[in-house]
């Protein structure tokens, strides 16, 4: 897709603050680090649009990108930092399901992976989670350019197995060095929105 504009609209943290455009949208989620705030730069063709993700103890709020006016990506705040207090970790989570069991132009989910390590409890918890609420889901799997051409498909057959992911939900190996996957991910996208 040709990004022609994309910009931030709102941190939201409650249903009021989300934007009334009545626009699609997909949201994005994964373990911090794992190259979401990557992802969302490079397929908005932005240097540094999506901040290097919020670290233990910042306010965990659900930014809104608008991008050429008609789709809203929705950087969800990244899970699996040891350090959070069970507080944080409430707050973050009723924050999340509120979002994404409620938000009507909520399309899709994209949930991203390292695609070097089998997924954590937490990123299966995150699946089955979205699949209990009937939303399609979109594996990125990122940081394929770390590891050998010749180990993908093992690796992705890891990925996908230790998810039990269905055969609805698509992977794709992505790489926001290279740009591998992109134009993948955006087919994926527009298919998922219907944009
Ligand atoms: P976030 O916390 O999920 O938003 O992750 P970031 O996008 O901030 O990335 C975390 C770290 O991984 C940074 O040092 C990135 O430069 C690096 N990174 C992200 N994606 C890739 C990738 O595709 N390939 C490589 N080699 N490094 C990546």
New binding site residues.
Partial sequence: MKVTSSEIVISAVKPEQYPDAGIPEIALA??????????I?KLLNRKNL????SKPGKTQTLNFYIINEILHFVDVP?YGFAKVSKSERDAWGRMIETYLTSREELKAVVL?IDVRHAPSKDDVLMYNFLKHYDLPVLIIA?????IPKSKWQKHVKIVKDTLELEAEDSLIL?????GQGKDEAWGAIRRLTEI
């Avoid at 999506?50 to 993700?53: F, I, P, Q, V």
């Avoid at 990122?142 to 770390?146: F, I, N, R, S, V």
């Avoid at 992505?174 to 290279?178: G, K, V, W």
């Fill in positions: 994964g373990r911090s680090n794992v190259g979401k705030s990557s992802f730069n999506a901040r290097t993700s990244g991203l990122t940081k394929a350019d770390k992505f790489s926001s060095e290279t």
